[in-house]
């Protein structure tokens, strides 16, 4: 952990040493200031160059120290990065791979800054819960202008080399050996006066509304990061870079950043940060591992079906070079599916031109479109992604397991259903997992990967990899009904509509739930989403009716409590938005702004009095502890099970595929935030007086954790027993 210095004949190259990613941790600090304050009195010295080993500048502080060191030693980077903006001597950056937060920040207290054409610059601090502390929100508005600044601050984008040298950000983009060209660019500029390059001293090219354009971006911000405190604090500190002179905008960027910094909000975004890389090192039954598993390479991929999954996951294919063969069952749905294929794809490459990003030729791998079953025999892999059918899925298994060459891996997209039994009817069950994309699934990041009983180490590696290839983040779930995703919403979203029941409007429970940073609340997301998912998947699982008579107080089944609001929605043909009316109205069908339906107000009305449905009057913060607590009751069943190797991965889960905010970290993080003796009591509480819903009594994991004195969640991993899949 160092700062390493050797002469290239006049000038000194400065090279930032901490594997893997040389992040700035107080001994780098400290060891920069060191050697620039003896490069400073070489006389010998005329000019710096500033790099990071391993073709890597910086991508930033040491996250990990972020929760156990002082605030002090975080603050000490602006020492740096002020020492070599006053260096007499001419500093460049050279930046290779990434310079990230902190590392942008060096980057911008040196004179020039030179760049490698794949290089990536940001400040990701605002997705830490954070802002760039140490003089990033005074500097880059002084550098590009306050526009391009705050969109870079507030959104924490990751910019393009390219697109960097654009905005005035690097003053050069080189194809090759960035440090040379660096040394040859200090040898160049040894002489010239500093002052106009240094961004301490230039004047802020302020645009005439600037008042507005603050406010604008806060409400977008609001609107795009609902409940997010960092965002807003990020605009704020910007502002100051405009009200202040630059050494008293310093000093209130440090005030900011200290308000965020020990706030729960930064603790949650943290964790999030390494939950999500965490997920990589899955551990199955056996005890293989991803240390000890090897992925096997697919070039060939096919799909089958592509209805709303098949499309974004050929798309998806092809965008990482792989070579695709599309499936469907006839000429009409081959048609439609191949033009939606097309049309996603070339409306990504204009994304991709516009945003100024090179091109890789060819962007997507060729897709080949088929009717013939044949076609698939030398597929590397298969998704299949057909009607959620358990009779239509087995017998696409069967005909896979005959026509296609031994070592095809067999995967399914199955939301829900039976892996093991799927797996059952082909010749090779070590080869058959889930692969439970998201939709759209050219654009969720997220992957569930459902390994079955008997899903081979290779085979769950193979996935894995491709995963990462696809640019998603997956997580290794075990088999049950529903995963862990789905499994987790089924007791939210019967919360939600038990509230119905009980007195509220689906805009009274949306609302409660947006506030707490979900982009949609359940019944917007199921207008969204479609009613008649859910509805397809109880018929198929047998779980539709019985309908309530008249002066039944509430509905059972085998003495559990159970709505049929949802199915009546679906009989009466309001499927969501696109039927035009779901839980609310919209303009027409397909639209899109959700609006109160005083049809659905009376008929809740009337639904209450038939069935002597007494109002149960709940307050506002305990709408949001009736939807959300069974939903964590439930993952510590999933852990319980074995279903989730560790609570970081139903969190990822939530973060990445369900809407949960990240500043709230994910269902698991935040019940540890809330208090797991909070989280059981109010549990206990609710289900003492709802003996027919399951889903409130509390999981016999959490009660062990509350026991024990509720052990911070890094060590809930060691409470679980060993995961078992489950078996036919
Ligand atoms: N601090 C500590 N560890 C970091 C790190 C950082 N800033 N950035 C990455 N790492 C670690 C990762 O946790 C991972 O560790 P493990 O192997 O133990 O899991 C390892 O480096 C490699 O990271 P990735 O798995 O993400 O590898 P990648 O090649 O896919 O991506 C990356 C590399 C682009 C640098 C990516 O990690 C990234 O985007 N990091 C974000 C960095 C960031 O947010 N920096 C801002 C920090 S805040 C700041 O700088 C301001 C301040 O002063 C407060
Ligand atoms: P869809 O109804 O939109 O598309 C299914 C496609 O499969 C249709 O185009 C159909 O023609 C085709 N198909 C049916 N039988 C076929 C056969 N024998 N051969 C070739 N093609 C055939 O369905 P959707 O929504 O894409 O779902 C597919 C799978 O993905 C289901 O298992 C579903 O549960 C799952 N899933 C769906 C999600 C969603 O949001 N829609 C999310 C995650 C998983």
Request: charged share 20%; net charge positive; proline share 6%.
């Amino acid at each position: 952990m160092s700062a390493l210095k050797r002469m290239l004949g006049p000038v000194a190259v400065i090279t930032i040493s901490n594997p893997p990613v040389n992040a700035l941790s107080p001994a780098v600090q400290e060891s920069l200031l060191k050697v620039l304050k003896e490069i400073n009195l070489d006389p010998t010295v005329k000019a710096i160059v500033l790099g990071g080993e391993n073709g890597k500048f910086s991508a930033g502080a040491d996250i990990r120290t972020f929760q156990t060191r002082e605030v002090r030693s975080a603050a000490s980077l602006e020492d740096v990065n002020s020492a070599l903006e006053k260096s007499t001597k001419p500093i460049v950056a050279a930046i290779e791979g990434v310079a990230l937060g902190g590392g942008l920040e060096l980057a911008l207290g040196c004179h020039y800054r030179l760049a490698h054409v794949k290089a990536q610059v940001a400040l990701p601090e605002v997705l830490l819960g954070l802002l760039p502390g140490a003089g990033g929100t005074q500097r880059l508005p002084r550098l590009i202008g306050i526009p391009a600044a705050l969109e870079i601050i507030t959104t924490g984008q990751y910019v393009s080399a390219p697109a960097a040298l654009k905005l005035g950000l690097l003053d050069s983009v080189v194809e090759d050996n960035v440090v040379q060209a660096a040394v040859d660019l200090a040898h160049n500029v040894i002489g010239q006066p500093l002052e106009p390059r240094r961004l301490c001293m230039r004047p802020l090219p302020c645009p005439p509304n600037v008042e507005k354009l603050f406010d604008e971006a806060k409400v977008k911000l609001k609107k795009q990061f609902r409940g997010a405190k960092s965002h807003q604090v990020c605009v704020d500190a910007v502002r100051a870079a405009v009200e202040l002179p630059f050494a008293e905008g310093i000093l209130k960027e440090r005030e900011l950043f200290l308000t965020l910094f020990s706030s729960d909000q930064a603790k949650a975004r943290q964790y999030a940060f390494f939950a999500e890389r965490s997920v990589a090192r899955w551990t199955a039954p056996s005890g293989a591992n991803w240390k000890s598993a090897s992925p096997r390479p697919i070039r060939t991929a096919a799909v089958i079906g592509l209805g709303t999954m098949g499309r974004g996951i050929a798309v998806s294919l092809a965008r990482a070079g792989i070579q695709v063969i599309a499936l469907e069952q006839d000429k009409k749905q081959l048609e439609m599916g191949s033009k939606a294929v097309m049309s996603i794809m070339e409306r990504e490459t204009q994304k991709k031109q516009q945003l100024g990003h090179a091109l890789n030729a060819p962007h997507f791998g060729f897709v080949k479109f088929t009717l013939d079953f044949n076609e698939l025999g030398n597929a590397d892999l298969v998704i299949e992604a057909v009607y959620e059918n358990m009779a239509l899925k087995k017998e696409i298994f069967q005909r896979l397991s005959k026509m296609c060459k031994p070592e095809t891996f067999l995967c399914t997209n199955t939301s829900g259903l039976n892996i093991d039994e799927i797996a059952s009817v082909t010749d090779r069950p070590h080869l058959v997992i889930g692969t439970h994309f998201f939709s759209p699934a050219n654009i969720m990041r997220l992957l569930e990967v459902v390994r079955g009983y008997h899903s081979s180490p290779t085979t769950i590696s193979t996935v894995m990899n491709l995963s990462k290839v696809l640019g998603k983040i997956a997580v290794v779930v075990g088999n049950c009904p529903l995963f862990v995703g789905n499994r987790l919403m089924g007791p939210y979203v019967e919360q939600a509509v038990f509230l119905l029941e009980d007195g509220y409007t689906p805009n009274e429970v949306d609302q409660v739930l947006e506030e707490f940073g979900f982009a949609m609340g359940p019944f917007r997301m199921s207008d969204l989403a479609g009613l008649d998912v859910g509805w397809r998947s109880r018929m198929e699982r047998g779980l539709t009716g019985p309908k309530l008579s008249p002066g039944v107080p509430a509905c059972q089944r085998e003495g559990k409590r159970y709505s049929p609001l949802p199915d009546i929605l679906c009989e009466k043909g309001r499927l969501g938005q696109k039927t035009g009316q779901g839980w609310y109205q919209y303009e027409r069908a397909g639209g899109r702004t959700a609006v109160a339906d005083p049809w659905l107000q009376s008929f809740l009305e009337d639904y209450r009095k038939a069935h002597k449905i007494r109002q149960n009057v709940v307050r506002h913060d305990e709408i949001l502890e009736w939807c959300l607590y069974p939903l964590i009751n439930e993952g510590f069943k999933v852990l319980e099970d074995g279903i989730a190797s560790g609570p970081e991965d139903i969190d990822v889960i939530y973060t990445h595929g369900y809407g949960w905010p990240k500043h709230m970290g994910g269902p698991m993080f935040y019940a540890s935030m809330v208090g797991l003796p909070r989280v059981l009591t109010t549990l206990e509480t609710y289900y003492e007086s709802n003996r027919d819903v399951p889903s409130l009594k509390p999981s016999a994991l959490l009660k062990k954790l509350v026991t024990q004195g509720s052990p911070p969640l890094k060590e809930w991993r060691s409470q679980l027993g060993h995961h078992q899949s489950s078996k036919l």
